[in-house]
């Protein structure tokens, strides 16, 4: 059985933490915190499950903090977590049979990171990422914000899954850091431009993230998730600011990186309805329901590839006044979601109008 070192970075996470380690506590062999400045209870929170709490002087670099708290670690895996990080019991479980079966020669085994969820608790995005690491490889993190553990070698998946339970609202300190790296004139990486562009455009600063998506896809070095992911969010903000053509465009362009995604065929379905002009939204809305799932470790919204796609040909059948064809699409959805109001609500609409035409 191989022995694990959960490492954490924390700051003033007192309704947090607690909840994270309880998830974890019986799995892992030593539980390593580096604190950044908490001025709440955090650490006395911490304390009733470990003794190894270490103070690191906050120095707007996400990727030093974690490098040193992985310094710390002793035993043989290292496993990193956020403090709004959990793992669900059925996940608990699994991690329990992954640490007794590991083969050692394994570098790293990426899990499936649940980051949204819909009314019924299921997934709504989820991505990969490598989540526990041989500690003899010294792998690092790299990336003052949003940073990144830089993976290589014997590299398995497993169907392990962290979820994220975030309650803080967001704030603008990534954005800060950003910006204060731009002042001195620091030269970016394409990582760090698309994702201050997703900073300015979390903050509504429209016209600076578009500047940033563009430099980002200009490098053409981009990873191709984030490349589809930068358009995607251009042409949200295109349509925010009411800039239809650029809207459209902005979609189609990610067609350059990969073949439609179920995600990309949801927005341009959107795009037609809002003009509606049913039948196109109608077209790709049906090509979304007959995409394979791909295979990737970027970011997947998970109802364009389920339920979102009919209940949208429901409202498309509809208003062409196939109404059969309107209701199919809806039992559809909500096989994959089955108490979603607005299914509900066309479930009822359906009934009623088939009641009437009895009657009739």
Known sequence: MITISLCMIVKNEEDAIERCL???????????????????????????????????E????????????????????????DADDVFAEADQ???LDLKASLDPSVDSVTMN?????????????????????????????????????????????????????????HTDRNLKIYQKRAEKGEEFSPRDLYYFGNELRDHQLYRQAIEYYE??????????EDNIAACLKLADIYGRLGERDNQLRSLLRTLEYDAARAEFCCAIGMFFMQENKWEQAK???????????????????????????????CVCYDRLGDYERARMHNEIALSHNPTHPSMLYNKAYFEEKAKQEQSG
């Open 93 to 95: 479980r699994k991690l």
């Open 215 to 224: 430099k980002f896809l200009g490098t053409k070095l981009g990873w191709v």
């Open 283 to 313: 077209f790709w809305f049906h090509v979304a329901t007959a995409l394979n799932k791909p295979a990737t470790w970027g970011t997947l919204d998970l109802a364009a590839w389920t339920w979102l796609p009919h209940l949208q040909l």
């Open 113 to 169: 990171y649940h980051l949204s969820f819909d009314q019924n608790g299921n997934p709504a995005t989820s991505l990969r990422r490598n989540r526990l690491v041989r500690r003899a490889c010294q792998f690092q993190w790299i990336g003052a914000v949003h940073e990144y553990l830089a993976v290589g070698g014997n590299i398995i998946d497993s169907d392990i899954a962290v979820t994220h339970r975030k309650e803080k609202r």
């Open 22 to 56: 309880l998830s974890v506590k019986d799995i892992v062999d030593e539980i390593i915190i580096v604190d950044t400045g908490s001025t709440d209870r955090t650490k006395e929170i911490v304390s009733r499950y470990t003794d190894m709490i270490y103070d690191f």
């Open 58 to 81: 906050w120095i707007d670099d996400f990727a030093a903090a974690r490098n040193y708290a992985f310094a710390q670690a002793t035993q043989a895996y290292i496993l990193w977590l």
